[in-house]
């Protein structure tokens, strides 16, 4: 069977038959693989979910239906219209199954398409401001959740402790041979190694709270209208509990970079204050109320913070011989890793008045 077929066979699983029915690739994400699905007049993303990355499908799928039928509820309890598109809506399988298991073993979902929505890679501080206050009213509707703690879709996924230990251990086996040549990067990590991991010690001494989060704010996972008003955030595969100094300092990284995540010219890469600043402030305006103050003095280092991760994951991918992140060419998780590196300088050189701004905005 082609591929298209294939597609067209697995779609049939949710929405049965369809001999019209087209699918074509969506989107830019680094791990699953998604297509837009239109069928008569509906529209669906059908998603291949990464099982490499996210071992235990179940309960990844039961975590997003926690979390949007409980947002759901919110929305509908508060009279908001539209609440279909203000809230992603997972289409179970034809016998009810929230995932569908192909013959090879793949693994896929369904979800309804939020129809004239657009996402951004590049903004401007009004839709910052805008972006931020999805994401803090995101994490204020998901505070009480009721029943269990969500799973870990990825276990120690923000961890800097973790995510260190890993990186050391690529180094020492040096799997790609890739080594002698960023030898300077390895020293650069080291030297900030300790400071980085102030969040989990702080958590160790019961000063710094975990709160669901979401915990892959990049800036084109919020969702606009035509009107750029905000519609929802979206891919909630790793929605799990951390520190909101993650999901802060994740929507910097993404969002206030003035050049690209992988930008081969790093003269682009810098932090953009003016977005910052918009996001710091749509972001306080929903969350200053349930924050502590040791949460809102951390806000700017969490920028730091995640671009420093995700350096240090990209470096570690390429120096195990690219086995996690998707790449376009052999190069390109180093020039991810420069890129971000190149950030983090950014944000170190203007850490005082990031922190200055978020006092303000908090007041
Ligand atoms: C991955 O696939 P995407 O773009 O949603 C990654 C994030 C990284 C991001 C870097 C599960 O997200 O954590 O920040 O790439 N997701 C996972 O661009 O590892
Ligand atoms: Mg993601």
Same mark, same amino acid.
């Given at each position: 069977?082609?591929?298209?077929?294939?597609?067209?066979?697995?779609?049939?699983?949710?929405?049965?038959?369809?001999?019209?029915?087209?699918?074509?690739?969506?989107?830019?994400?680094?791990?699953?693989d998604?297509?837009?699905?239109?069928?008569?007049?509906?529209?669906?993303v059908?998603?291949?979910?990464?099982?490499?990355?996210?071992?235990?499908?179940?309960?990844?799928?039961?975590?997003?239906?926690?979390?949007?039928?409980?947002?759901? &509820?919110?929305?509908?309890?508060?009279?908001?219209?539209? @609440?279909?598109?203000?809230?992603?809506?997972?289409?179970?399988?034809?016998?009810?199954?929230l995932?569908?298991?192909?013959?090879?073993?793949?693994?896929?979902?369904?979800?309804?398409?939020?129809?004239?929505? &657009?996402?951004?890679?590049?903004?401007?501080?009004?839709?910052?401001?805008?972006?931020?206050?999805?994401?803090?009213?995101?994490? &204020?509707?998901?505070?009480?959740?009721?029943?269990?703690?969500l799973?870990?879709?990825?276990?120690?996924?923000?961890?800097?402790?973790?995510?260190?230990?890993?990186?050391?251990?690529?180094?020492?086996?040096?799997?790609?041979?890739?080594?002698?040549?960023v030898?300077?990067? @390895?020293? %650069?990590?080291?030297?900030?190694? %300790?400071?980085?991991?102030?969040?989990?010690?702080?958590?160790?001494?019961?000063?710094?709270?975990?709160?669901?989060?979401?915990?892959?704010?990049?800036?084109?996972?919020?969702?606009?209208?035509?009107?750029?008003?905000?519609?929802?955030?979206?891919?909630?595969?790793t929605?799990?509990?951390?520190?909101?100094?993650?999901?802060?300092?994740?929507?910097?990284?993404?969002?206030?970079?003035?050049?690209?995540?992988?930008?081969?010219?790093?003269?682009?890469?810098?932090?953009?204050?003016?977005?910052?600043?918009?996001?710091?402030?749509?972001?306080?305006?929903?969350?200053?109320?349930?924050?502590?103050?040791?949460?809102?003095?951390?806000?700017?280092?969490?920028a730091?913070?995640?671009?420093?991760?995700?350096?240090?994951?990209?470096?570690?991918?390429?120096?195990?011989?690219?086995?996690?992140?998707?790449?376009?060419?052999? %190069?390109?998780?180093?020039?991810?890793?420069?890129?971000?590196?190149?950030?983090l300088?950014?944000?170190?050189?203007?850490f005082e008045?990031?922190?200055?701004?978020? &006092?303000?905005?908090?007041?």
């Amino acid at each position: 069977m082609d591929e298209m077929n294939k597609l067209k066979e697995i779609v049939s699983q949710f929405i049965g038959d369809d001999m019209n029915v087209e699918v074509n690739p969506l989107g830019k994400g680094h791990i699953n693989d998604s297509y837009k699905v239109v069928s008569g007049d509906k529209e669906y993303v059908l998603q291949r979910i990464n099982h490499n990355i996210f071992k235990n499908v179940h309960q990844l799928q039961s975590n997003i239906q926690r979390v949007t039928e409980h947002i759901r &509820k919110k929305l509908e309890e508060q009279g908001v219209p539209d @609440v279909d598109r203000r809230v992603l809506t997972l289409v179970p399988t034809l016998d009810g199954a929230l995932y569908y298991q192909d013959t090879i073993g793949d693994y896929w979902r369904v979800m309804d398409f939020i129809k004239e929505s &657009k996402s951004y890679d590049e903004i401007n501080p009004e839709l910052a401001y805008r972006a931020g206050m999805a994401f803090g009213d995101f994490q &204020k509707m998901l505070a009480d959740l009721p029943g269990e703690p969500l799973f870990e879709t990825i276990p120690n996924f923000h961890n800097m402790e973790a995510r260190l230990e890993t990186f050391r251990e690529a180094v020492k086996a040096n799997k790609a041979g890739r080594l002698d040549k960023v030898a300077g990067l @390895v020293k %650069e990590i080291e030297d900030r190694a %300790e400071e980085m991991c102030k969040a989990e010690k702080l958590h160790r001494e019961g000063k710094l709270p975990k709160r669901i989060n979401h915990c892959d704010t990049k800036v084109n996972n919020v969702l606009f209208d035509n009107g750029d008003q905000v519609l929802c955030v979206v891919d909630l595969d790793t929605v799990m509990p951390g520190y909101v100094l993650s999901d802060f300092g994740d929507f910097i990284r993404t969002g206030a970079n003035t050049g690209a995540e992988d930008d081969k010219n790093l003269e682009n890469v810098s932090v953009d204050l003016d977005i910052f600043e918009a996001y710091a402030k749509g972001y306080l305006k929903n969350a200053v109320s349930f924050l502590t103050d040791v949460e809102i003095n951390n806000l700017a280092f969490g920028a730091k913070l995640l671009t420093y991760m995700q350096m240090v994951r990209f470096f570690t991918d390429y120096i195990d011989g690219d086995t996690y992140y998707k790449i376009a060419y052999p %190069e390109h998780n180093f020039m991810r890793t420069k890129a971000q590196f190149k950030l983090l300088q950014s944000l170190e050189e203007n850490f005082e008045k990031m922190q200055q701004i978020v &006092k303000e905005a908090a007041r």
